[in-house]
């Protein structure tokens, strides 16, 4: 061949290269599945279920039968655990990184160590993240890649990823506000949900023009428990020529679920639960046909996978094996009958717990946690800090503010405002009772944003005491808490704005309860916390 005619051709492939992801063959049409394995919400559970090592191996099986293998991650991978804490999120992406992910998209919980490690982690993760409306609101542009394009030999299939907007106040919002609580970054957010629509829209015509043969959202945004008009069945219901979204935010297992688009035709949701239940597989047939199922049932593990997990563990085991203390009753997070969640919509031993160790550590009238920050049982027997850290993995700092009682009420209010539905800013409280009328509509008015504004209508909440007294709310309280609540505005708690801040982030929330149970338990929590369902701290009306 001509030297030219040489460089020519090395040119024209050397574009092909940049604009698609190409994975060969020696026929041109496919002969065989093309399939893409998923993941969700694994929030650090390494060796849970399935773990990774057996999800590495089940790709690699996979990839004797076909080439065409993708492997994509849901987000709310890199925080859950104290691994992801400890090293802030790389253990979890050198993990990753091995067995080899081809997508992945940043859930709400890949903000959880600040925007700046996140953009570190971004460049750590081998394909980086990807989310079509995350965007800097100083230059009008996306921070990520809005799409992914894989060419499988003559098919074309678009990833497109999309992360909810709760992002804004379910992550630390002060992450995406300038040093003058001004929202430099943006979900496409709004009251409706049309600005989240659009953007998805427009980028499915985007890569429609570029001549895709099929269209997938890689999506965090949940179905059920969550902003139901930032919903995966919303998007599905107000957009157009998606084939299929792969979910997570909301934890749940769906194999299948066929919602109808604006047209009228069908689109398959999937979500894989969470910490690897289930793997997701999504299958094309060389006919054409789409698939999803979930898989459980898998034995074999992967070697260098497994020797990598092991690495990541052992550098931090002599300080996670520190034994704290010991347990006489089971903590719990779910309702000991149904074996449900309930410390997102109900009192819990745990909630009880944790709210004293603020309360009595920081010295305070009263103390809350939001539901969403308690994410693991404390069992029975000794435990160690490990265990404390998979209970309470956020890392977050504990402030105490003054605020006046009308401020409590209206945070109570807000906690109340989704029940029966589950909801992370439900609140625990200590020092404290409270009623939930829950025949009484919630009347919470937020902003686009999801943050309080104010209530316009009747309260819900009712007969709040403070250490057994009607609470005045116009009295001025001491509240102890995380400053993910009560400094930065989580879940939309925005109510103790300007508060005053009587002690400011001197110690982590990991600190007070150890304190609390070595200084104030004497190392043994007891009888006290016997009780699942708590000490009547929270009465609901049902």
């Not at 090395?10 to 020696?26: E, G, H, V, W, Y």
């Not at 139901?228 to 769906?254: K, P």
């Not at 898998?298 to 347990?327: R, S």
């Not at 609140?427 to 999801?450: F, R």
Request: aromatic letters at 10%.
């Amino acid at each position: 061949m001509h030297i030219y005619q040489l460089k020519i051709r090395q040119l024209f492939l050397a574009l092909l290269t940049f604009c698609f992801i190409f994975i060969p063959n020696s026929a041109w049409a496919i002969q065989k599945d093309i399939i893409i394995l998923y993941t969700n919400d694994v929030h650090c559970g390494i060796e849970d279920n399935l773990g990774y090592t057996k999800l590495a191996q089940y790709k690699e099986d996979l990839q004797q039968n076909t080439p065409y293998i993708a492997l994509v991650d849901a987000g709310d991978a890199i925080q859950g655990s104290p691994i992801g804490k400890l090293s802030t999120g790389e253990a979890i992406i050198n993990i990753m990184n091995e067995i080899g992910y081809d997508f992945a998209i940043p859930g709400n919980h890949e903000f959880d160590y600040g925007m700046d490690r996140f953009l570190i982690l971004n460049d750590k993760l081998s394909c980086g993240y990807y989310s079509s409306n995350l965007v800097n609101t100083i230059t009008g542009k996306n921070l990520l890649p809005a799409y992914k394009i894989f060419q499988f030999d003559d098919k074309k299939i678009a990833l497109i990823g999309v992360t909810t907007p709760e992002t804004l106040n379910s992550s630390t919002p002060a992450y995406f506000q300038d040093d003058k609580g001004n929202f430099i970054y943006s979900f496409n957010e709004d009251a409706t949900g049309k600005k989240l629509y659009t953007n998805i829209q427009n980028t499915v015509d985007t890569v429609q023009k570029l001549g895709v043969d099929y269209v997938f959202l890689v999506a965090h945004l949940g179905m059920n428990g969550i902003t139901s008009r930032w919903s995966s069945l919303a998007v599905a219901q107000n957009t157009q020529c998606i084939d299929a979204i792969i979910d997570g935010h909301s934890h749940e297992v769906i194999p299948t679920f066929i919602a109808k688009n604006k047209q009228g035709k069908n689109v398959l949701i999937t979500q894989t639960g969470t910490k690897l239940q289930n793997i997701g597989k999504l299958t094309i047939t060389p006919q054409g046909e789409i698939s999803t199922e979930l898989i459980n049932d898998l034995t074999k593990t992967n070697q260098k996978t497994t020797d990598l997990i092991n690495e990541e563990k052992n550098k931090y085991a002599p300080l996670l094996n520190q034994i704290i203390g010991t347990n006489t009753v089971k903590l719990t997070t779910n309702d000991p009958n149904t074996n449900t969640r309930l410390v997102r919509n109900g009192e819990t031993n745990l909630g009880d717990f944790v709210t004293d160790t603020y309360r009595i550590v920081l010295n305070t009238d009263v103390a809350i946690c939001n539901g969403g920050a308690i994410r693991n049982e404390l069992p029975i027997g000794d435990f160690s800090y490990n265990d404390i850290l998979t209970t309470f993995p956020f890392g977050n700092m504990c402030v105490v503010l003054e605020i006046t009682g009308q401020q409590l009420l209206d945070a109570l209010e807000m906690g109340a405002s989704r029940y029966p539905e589950e909801f992370g800013g439900f609140m625990q409280i200590s020092g404290a009772t409270y009623t939930i009328n829950s025949k009484i509509p919630s009347s919470v008015i937020t902003d686009e944003k999801g943050n309080f504004i104010k209530v316009d209508g009747a309260y819900r909440v009712q007969n709040v005491k403070i250490n057994g007294k009607d609470l005045d709310l116009n009295k001025k309280y001491t509240i102890g808490g995380t400053s993910y609540i009560l400094k930065f505005a989580g879940n939309g708690m925005t109510m103790f704005k300007d508060s005053p801040i009587l002690q400011n982030e001197e110690l982590s929330e990991t600190d007070v309860i150890i304190e609390y149970i070595q200084n104030y338990l004497n190392a043994t929590i007891g009888n006290e916390y016997a009780n699942p369902y708590g000490q009547n701290r929270i009465i609901i009306i049902k």
